[in-house]
T-cell receptor, first 115, second 112 residues
Framework: DARVTQTPRHKVTEMGQEVTMRCQPI?????VFWYRQTMMQGLELLAY????????DSGMPKDRFSAEMPDATLATLKIQPSEPRDSAVYFC?????????????FGPGTRLTVT | QKEVEQNSGPLSVPEGAIASLNCTYS??????FFWYRQYSGKSPELIMS????GDKEDGRFTAQLNKASQYVSLLIRDSQPSDSATYLC????????????FGSGTRLQVQP
């Protein structure tokens, strides 16, 4: 049963600390996304990779957020320094294009609380 | 920026009834549409995808797409309390850009 995995599932940290979230996409998928979900903003796209290359990170605060994909099995999202407004659930999703068809699957998320 | 609009609800239906969830989108060139279900505290789960005008049925779920009117709907027949969740409509970005734009979701409550 292929699925996207994310670690950690929960993270509580103090303002100013570095936070690293990790994602393992579904094997064979060539697109990886990072989304953030809050009650106020809903689901927002932060970054998007295709074949490990970053294609769009316009939704990410560049001064503190960074996203990388060091290999096909690992995507990371880093916040440094973290702020209380970063508290949210961060989802990784992976997808595969098959001709004109496309489906995207979400991981379980990392619930981040910055105090 | 594509816009996807949904009524936030809650939409309350009795058990066994048909639940109808609607979504409108701003971009006429969108070719594919997705419905995700999200239970409280869980991640969005893909339940339906539809690529052409008309209806697509999968068990108790039917997705309906009308590109001319720019709306897509999800019908849930014989609604069950376990269907109570938030339903998110999603539309991909520009051609080649596969990131999804999500609506704010409609919260469905199925009353036993």
């Amino acid at each position: 049963d292929a699925r996207v995995t994310q670690t950690p599932r929960h993270k509580v940290t103090e303002m100013g600390q570095e936070v690293t979230m990790r994602c393992q996409p579904i094997l064979g998928h060539n697109t990886v996304f990072w989304y953030r979900q809050t009650m106020m903003q809903g689901l927002e796209l932060l970054a998007y990779f295709r074949n490990r290359a970053p294609l769009d990170d316009s939704g990410m605060p560049k001064d503190r957020f960074s996203a990388e994909m060091p290999d096909a099995t690992l995507a990371t999202l880093k916040i440094q320094p973290s702020e209380p407004r970063d508290s949210a659930v961060y989802f990784c999703a992976s997808g595969l294009v098959l001709g004109s068809r496309y489906e995207q699957y979400f991981g379980p998320g990392t619930r981040l609380t910055v105090t | 920026q594509k816009e996807v609009e949904q009524n936030s609800g809650p939409l309350s239906v009795p058990e066994g009834a048909i639940a109808s969830l609607n979504c409108t989108y701003s971009d006429r060139v969108s070719q594919s549409f997705f419905w995700y279900r999200q239970y409280s505290g869980k991640s969005p789960e893909l339940i339906m995808s539809i690529y052409s005008n008309g209806d697509k049925e999968d068990g108790r779920f039917t997705a309906q797409l009308n590109k001319a009117s720019q709306y897509v709907s999800l019908l849930i027949r014989d609604s069950q309390p376990s269907d109570s969740a938030t339903y998110l409509c999603a539309v991909p970005g520009d051609t080649g850009r596969r990131a999804l734009t999500f609506g704010s979701g409609t919260r469905l409550q199925v009353q036993p």
